[in-house]
């Protein structure tokens, strides 16, 4: 079946520093992929999606590209903030299973950066 | 901005108890989801429900479990009977088109004791 692979966390940068955190997925067909973040004490965002290859998702400051030749989807920021602390999901949904896609997660990691 | 709520944010409950979940969704959303997350391991997905009725369900959604949506507003998960492997952080989600764009709560922490 479907599966996402993330990077083992923690993770912990100083400000200002570039951010890679690395995620691979497993998918028959062509899945739609995901970044969400969880703030500390909040419910899962939606950070940023690509529903197809070579497709780039953009938001606050982090991308991530639909790499189809990797199967990944790695999450990049040029400079992280104290602010992007919080723990980050990747996932894919399979949209030929219809309008009620479920999402598949990857396990999370957690990012602290210091000030 | 609209909000998916969940409570309790914490339950703790004896093993063998039933336990309610409640989740109140966005209001003009129409599918609904239960995600859940034991500790250091991945979002699980249990569970989606559209128009009264199950549209999918995992392998770990067993006879335990059951969902609802009572009325016009609340969304609740029950485990009949719940085990310590029960023990998770349990998520809620709504949308709008069902394919992405979900809303998710901020989860219940249960505890089974």
């Known amino acids: 079946g479907d599966s996402v692979t993330q990077m083992e966390g923690p993770v912990t940068l100083s400000e200002e520093a570039f951010l890679t955190i690395n995620c691979t997925y497993t998918a028959t067909g062509y899945p739609s992929l995901f970044w969400y973040v969880q703030y500390p004490g909040e419910g899962l965002q939606l950070l940023l999606k690509a529903t197809k290859a070579d497709d780039k998702g953009s938001n606050k400051g982090f991308e991530a590209t639909y790499r189809k030749e990797t199967t990944s989807f790695h999450l990049e920021k040029g400079s992280v903030q104290v602010s992007d602390s919080a723990v980050y999901f990747c996932a894919l949904s399979d949209p030929r299973t219809g309008a009620n896609s479920k999402l598949t997660f990857g396990k999370g990691i957690t990012l602290s950066v210091r000030p | ?113």
């Not at chain 2, 391991?41 to 009725?53: A, C, D, G, I, P």
């Not at chain 2, 369900?57 to 507003?73: A, H, L, N, W, Y």
């Not at chain 2, 394919?99 to 249960?110: Q, V």
């Open chain 2, 1 to 113: 901005e609209p909000e998916v709520t969940q409570t309790p944010s914490h339950q703790v409950t004896q093993m063998g108890q039933e336990v309610i979940l409640r989740c109140v969704p966005i209001s003009n959303h129409l599918y609904f989801y239960w995600y859940r997350q034991i500790l250091g391991q991945k979002v699980e997905f249990l569970v989606s429900f559209y128009n009264n009725e199950i549209s999918e369900k995992s392998e770990i959604f067993d006879d335990q479990f059951s969902v609802e949506r009572p009325d016009g507003s609340n969304f609740t998960l029950k485990i009949r009977s719940t085990k310590l492997e029960d023990s998770a952080m349990y998520f809620c989600a709504s949308s709008t088109t069902g394919n992405y764009g979900y809303t998710f709560g901020s989860g219940t922490r249960l505890t089974v004791v």
